[in-house]
């Protein structure tokens, strides 16, 4: 093997994430919005079994709710955790603005409805107010 082949081989290997790899960083990702629901809804008397982290490529929602613990928080979670997006690019302007509020990204594509993105736990904090009073 030549020293230019071996060496782009090893650049490919060391730049892109094995797929073992990548579903750790997704199941994490997906674990740590487990951890955030079930401490936000366990005043409420839900209990970690109420809140599963989904089996790496199974269909369905990414964090499963029991029936009990969706009365209090009626969520369809997708977890995406990805070394880059331009989401990010753009909320980092909303973040500029922080001094006069709480950044708020309203995104919309063609034909698509427009989508708000908040930082996870600000949402859980309305979330909290929401559930709070009720």
């Not at 997704?26 to 401490?39: A, N, P, W």
């Not at 990805?82 to 922080?98: G, V």
């Amino acid at each position: 093997m030549s020293t230019t082949l071996s060496l782009a081989l090893n650049l490919w290997n060391w730049t892109v994430m094995k797929t073992s790899s990548a579903k750790a960083k997704g199941r994490k990702l997906q674990q740590l919005v487990r951890d955030k629901f079930i401490e936000l809804l366990k005043p409420y008397g839900v209990v970690p079994e109420d809140i599963k982290s989904t089996a790496m490529g199974q269909n369905g929602v990414d964090v499963q709710l029991s029936p009990f613990a969706k009365t209090f928080l009626p969520v369809a979670v997708e977890c995406k955790n990805h070394k880059s997006m331009a989401i990010y690019k753009l909320f980092e302007q909303a973040e500029d603005y922080k001094h006069e509020g709480e950044p708020l990204l309203v995104i919309k594509a063609n034909h698509k409805k427009p989508l708000a993105v908040v930082d996870l736990d600000y949402y859980l904090m309305l979330e909290a107010e929401r559930i709070k009073n009720e």
